[in-house]
């Protein structure tokens, strides 16, 4: 298995809903990620888990809260978005062992804030 | 704090003909590497290749090699016998010390049949 998975596709949801993103890799990668990228934008990096443990948040708001539950899961939960939190959320893992190795970035979950 | 440009929002090329895709960086770390991601339409990010700082020769992947000149901080994508499917937007990434990726703000390459 050589590839990051995220659930939903897409996901709609209203300002007051509570909903999760799920990214999963079995390629033993101990180091993950979580991006938001808008449209003809570059991704932005939101938060960092390495070992399970989390790393770099990057002043994200609290309405977005990571979950790394084992090595192999990533969520990320929301609630109380905003229509500007609208945008593609890029899941992403890298193997911790070589520093040469790049991230393997999942297919996103494309979220419609409304 | 570290800093990628590319000056190229658009670019074309002719199918089967040369492209080359700029970038520039700043970075006051001596130890890093440099990427370059193609994102197609369908938006899954892919690695087209990589450059560790501390090698001078520059890396080669198939039809895709960079031009990398550490003291001008300068890191260019060539892609030779260009193909339809090399149309995509293409990141110029920098990977810090401390693991975060900075992307720049894309170019996106169209292939003209």
């Known amino acids: 298995d050589t590839e990051v998975t995220q659930t939903p596709k897409h996901l709609v949801m209203g300002m007051t809903n509570k909903k999760s993103l799920k990214c999963e890799q079995h390629?033993?990668?101990?180091?993950m990620y979580w991006y938001k990228q808008k449209a003809k934008k570059p991704p932005e990096l939101m938060f960092v888990?390495?070992?399970?443990?989390?790393?770099i948040n990057e002043s994200v708001p609290s309405r977005f809260s990571p979950e790394c539950p084992n090595s192999s899961l990533l969520n990320l939960h929301l609630h109380a978005l905003q229509p500007e939190d609208s945008a593609l959320y890029l899941c992403?893992?890298?193997?911790?062992?070589?520093?040469?190795?790049?991230?393997?970035f999942g297919p996103g979950t494309r979220l419609l804030v409304l | 704090a570290q800093t990628v440009t590319q000056s190229q929002p658009e670019m074309s090329v002719q199918e089967a003909e040369t492209v080359t895709l700029s970038c520039t960086y700043d970075t006051s770390e001596s130890d890093y590497y440099l990427f370059w991601y193609k994102q197609p339409p369908s938006r899954q990010m892919i690695l087209v290749i990589r450059q560790e700082a501390y090698k001078q020769q520059n890396a080669t992947e198939n039809r895709f090699s960079v031009n990398f000149q550490k003291a001008a901080k300068s890191f260019s994508l060539k892609i030779s016998d260009s193909q339809l499917g090399d149309a995509a937007m293409y990141f110029c990434?920098?990977?810090?010390?401390?693991?975060?990726?900075?992307f720049g703000k894309g170019t996106r390459l169209h292939i003209l049949p």
């Open positions: 990434a920098y990977r810090s010390r401390d693991d975060k990726i900075i």
């Open positions: 390629m033993g990668h101990r180091a």
């Open positions: 888990y390495s070992y399970e443990k989390l790393s």
């Open positions: 992403a893992s890298r193997p911790t062992g070589d520093p040469r190795e790049t991230q393997y």
